[in-house]
């Protein structure tokens, strides 16, 4: 009995040493850090079994106007890896993650190959831009390839995405490409896209309705196909700085892609019936949904950065809603509804809201196709 007892103190020590070696030579996953809800979505998506991404701003603040807090900053500083959008959609992050954690990995997915781009609308109407932006969004994925095949580029791509994340070296050529493309919706999108659009929001400050010409608009995440994208980038980023993880970050990629799909499907049945119904948004940031989808907004109260309108656009705005046979007007939770109660006064047009970021949803995997599925119902229920 004695040495039955010896035996398991033996075997519950080694056992011990064993689970304590073990922990001391594993590698840890990848400290990540994103800057919106639905990229931290995707990226937890990849992630799934091996880490947390850290969200950075809060699901209900706009990314536009958004202040970092210290405990935001800390979670950059932290990094290893960072993704997030683009400059023009939070001005404040890129510069944070340069000043914060300059040897971390950061990744701007508006840069990267195969996304479908689009230039910001004109105006509070938007009826001569549908045309153009059909025709612009099938041309640039054409220069992409098809969605299934990006991601299992990435594969190939993996050993340079240290280039891709620190400055996107590798990828800038594939952009100049690109050019051709973007010249007609007014010049390149690297030469163009950023430099324009931070003009852009100087002239917003100053009260004019207009984007600079020719900026890209940054709402990418709102066309799945980009998401889809995406999702072999993260899974690259994340092979090239964690490789013990690898087939788990390329298995979850693929699996999200296939549930996209099937999502796609889901949503274009959805709306089918209400194609060509009128409606209008707080602020233009769902051109990528409609394009994808077949649904035009009329126009937008405010412009992409959500900006304060003038009193002659809230005019224009108005009597667009007048003009609309059936009209709803969306607000979103995220902002102030009294400029939609403002312009649906004395009107027949229904209320609505919409949500582009997730604000009143759990952060998580399940966020981003959850947020495609509650736009078009939000848009059925009002418009049906």
Not at 14 to 26: D, E, M, N
């Amino acid at each position: 009995m004695a040495n039955a007892a010896i035996t398991l103190r033996r075997v519950a020590r080694s056992i011990a040493f064993l689970s304590a070696a073990s922990a001391t030579t594993a590698v840890a996953a990848p400290v990540v850090a994103t800057d919106i809800a639905p990229i931290h979505s995707l990226v937890s998506r990849v992630m799934h079994g091996v880490g947390e991404p850290a969200l950075v701003m809060p699901p209900g603040a706009s990314p536009h106007t958004h202040a970092m807090r210290p405990s935001e900053a800390a979670a950059i500083e932290r990094a290893d890896v960072v993704f997030w959008v683009s400059e023009t959609l939070t001005p404040w992050f890129g510069s944070a993650v340069e000043t914060l954690a300059p040897s971390a990995v950061s990744v701007e997915l508006m840069d990267a190959p195969g996304v479908t781009l689009l230039p910001f609308r004109v105006g509070g109407t938007f009826e001569e831009h549908s045309h153009a932006h059909d025709d612009h969004g099938h041309g640039h994925e054409d220069h992409g390839h098809s969605h299934d095949d990006h991601g299992h580029a990435h594969d190939d791509h993996g050993h340079a995405h240290d280039d891709h994340g620190h400055a996107h070296d590798d990828h800038g050529h594939d952009h100049d490409d690109h050019g051709h493309d973007h010249d007609d919706h007014g010049h390149a999108h690297d030469d163009h896209a950023h430099d324009d659009h931070a003009h852009g929001h100087d002239d917003h400050a100053h009260g004019h309705d207009d984007h600079a010409h020719g900026a890209m608009d940054d709402h990418l995440w709102l066309d799945p196909e980009n998401a889809k994208v995406w999702l072999g980038v993260i899974a690259a980023t994340l092979s090239e700085a964690d490789p013990d993880n690898a087939s788990v970050y390329f298995t979850n990629a693929s699996a999200a892609r296939e549930e996209l799909a099937a999502l796609s499907d889901e949503i274009a049945a959805l709306l089918a019936p209400i194609a060509g119904r009128g409606f209008i948004v707080f602020h233009d940031a769902y051109q990528y949904f409609e394009n994808r989808f077949g649904v035009s907004a009329a126009g937008s109260i405010t412009l992409g950065d959500a900006s304060q309108p003038s009193a002659a656009r809230v005019a224009e705005i108005r009597a667009r809603v007048q003009g609309l046979d059936a009209a709803c007007v969306f607000a979103e939770p995220q902002f102030e509804p009294r400029l939609v109660s403002t312009v649906i006064e004395g009107t027949d047009a229904r209320a609505g809201v919409l949500d582009p970021i997730g604000a009143e949803l759990t952060p998580g995997p399940d966020l981003y196709p959850t947020l495609l599925r509650n736009l078009a119902t939000s848009l059925v229920e009002c418009l049906g």
